[in-house]
């Protein structure tokens, strides 16, 4: 293609990897409440993995607490955990953020979901708080953002994570989900009604509830360690080659699960064949340009991204080029292959000035950009940008817009709604010879313009003033 080695001379950065695997994936979670025991089985009731990389974990008797939603949230005076020591208990919280559950566009950001809404940073803050285990409710599909056949698909199999030499933040010992009847039923053999304290939960001056019962649970796992690779190649930039703009799309998906019946491969056509199609295309051109681009532009495919993001983890904690020399992210994940539309959706719209140079590139196809439909879900949150934006790197995640040419909003809205709720994180997310990618053609031309004018320029994109990313990096001359 005429591209370059990537991380200096290497097409590929290796990037360490610890897999813990359940041997006993029918284990059950024994609950004792009013003298009486229940059992909580896995996959069915619950999904349940250690994060510590340990070959066994032991959770005796810890005591039961509801933390509503588990935030501390100093941006909207929000304290989950004021007045309460977790330490050696386990807490349950519920999925999403108390704007979701109250629509108040003055609490959090209403509807749409922030980090404190995201699994991921509860069992971050659980960890922190010192919990043995935090186990997140699945209130709802509309909740979390997926149904819960896609918690289990996720979970199932060997668990990922970087060594605690790359990332020694705190771990939960025991971490996972509990279905919303699991959760009504654990509460109610406690005594205590689930629904009314999870409406109790959303409003100001919630305080945590003990609920006067005890968890137990033994994990048994195989911990391996082996090593991944993120892959990486460039055009290098003919008068500031030390500045980088950051094309970056996933590699992996989520392997295959012998447990099912029939088809066990999970092949993510869709997520995110889609995204290293229009990287590799954007890529070529780069490469075959008259002329080099001023800054380098790296095209950057990591792994690990549906085991927790872990290869853009690695790569921002070790990059190629220095993040303060990073113009940009530009990402892509799972482009419906769903025809031409008149918008391009930018994920988390409201964010920085990379919005405002891509709605000027795309009035030259007459299109506009739009918000997700579904902000609740937290995209924004779930791809490979986000490591970039939380280190300060300007990050954008666009995809494909659903105002089509051809059935307008609905047809779009039901397109991606189906896909979420057949194929999404399923063996069925496969090739269909029956796509429509002419819009994906026109979004792939439109971030290449993007990428073009960032790399022959002096700019530097910043975020919004109210972007809470923007302390991170500051202003750029």
């Not at 549906?306 to 990059?319: D, R």
């Amino acid at each position: 293609m005429g591209l370059e080695p990537g991380d200096h001379g290497s097409w590929f950065q290796t990037v360490p990897t610890v897999s813990t695997e359940l041997l006993d994936t029918d284990v059950a979670m024994t609950v004792t409440a009013k003298g009486k025991r229940d059992r909580f089985a896995n996959r069915t009731d619950m999904m349940v993995e250690t994060l510590q990389g340990k070959p066994r974990v032991d959770l005796k008797n810890s005591p039961i607490v509801f933390l509503g939603y588990g935030a501390i949230a100093p941006n909207w005076d929000w304290n989950d955990y004021q007045g309460v020591d977790v330490k050696g208990k386990t807490v349950i919280v519920l999925v999403n953020d108390p704007g979701f559950a109250t629509g108040d566009p003055k609490l959090f950001n209403g509807r749409a979901m922030t980090y404190y809404g995201r699994w991921m940073y509860k069992y971050e803050e659980a960890a922190r708080q010192g919990a043995a285990a935090c186990f997140v409710v699945h209130t709802s599909d509309e909740a979390a953002g997926y149904p819960w056949s896609v918690v289990v698909n996720s979970g199932t199999g060997p668990q990922l994570g970087l060594p605690a030499s790359v990332d020694p933040a705190p771990r939960l010992p025991v971490a996972g989900w509990l279905t919303r009847d699991a959760a009504k039923r654990l509460f109610a053999d406690a005594g205590l009604d689930f629904d009314a304290l999870e409406k109790q939960a959303a409003q100001r001056g919630f305080k945590p509830v003990p609920l006067k019962a005890a968890a137990s649970l033994t994990l048994k796992n195989r911990i391996g360690r082996f090593e991944s690779r993120n892959v990486l190649a460039m055009v290098k930039g003919s008068t500031h080659p030390d500045e980088a703009v950051i094309y970056t799309a996933h590699w992996d998906h989520l392997g295959m699960d012998p447990q099912r019946e029939g088809h066990q491969v999970f092949g993510g056509a869709v997520d995110n064949g889609t995204g290293l199609s229009m990287l590799l295309m954007i890529a070529d051109a780069f490469a075959h340009q008259p002329t080099p681009p001023e800054r380098s532009v790296l095209f950057f495919m990591p792994t690990l991204e549906e085991s927790g993001l872990l290869g853009s983890k690695y790569y921002v904690a070790k990059p190629v080029f220095p993040l303060d020399k990073t113009v940009a992210d530009l990402a892509v994940d799972a482009l419906p292959p769903i025809g031409r539309a008149h918008d391009m959706t930018v994920i988390g719209k409201g964010q920085s000035q990379l919005e405002d140079l891509l709605a000027d590139v795309l009035k030259s196809q007459d299109r506009v950009i739009s918000a997700e439909t579904t902000p609740e879900n937290g995209f924004y949150f779930r791809s490979d940008h986000f490591n970039f934006a939380k280190a300060g790197v300007p990050a954008m995640l666009a995809s494909s817009g659903l105002d089509l040419l051809n059935g307008g909003e609905a047809a779009g809205k039901a397109a991606a709604a189906d896909y979420t709720a057949h194929r999404y994180h399923t063996p069925n997310d496969v090739f269909d010879p029956n796509w429509n990618v002419d819009g994906i053609l026109e979004d792939t031309q439109a971030y290449y313009e993007l990428g073009q004018r960032l790399a022959k320029s002096g700019v530097w994109p910043q975020w919004y003033p109210d972007s809470p990313f923007r302390a991170k990096r500051g202003a750029k001359p």
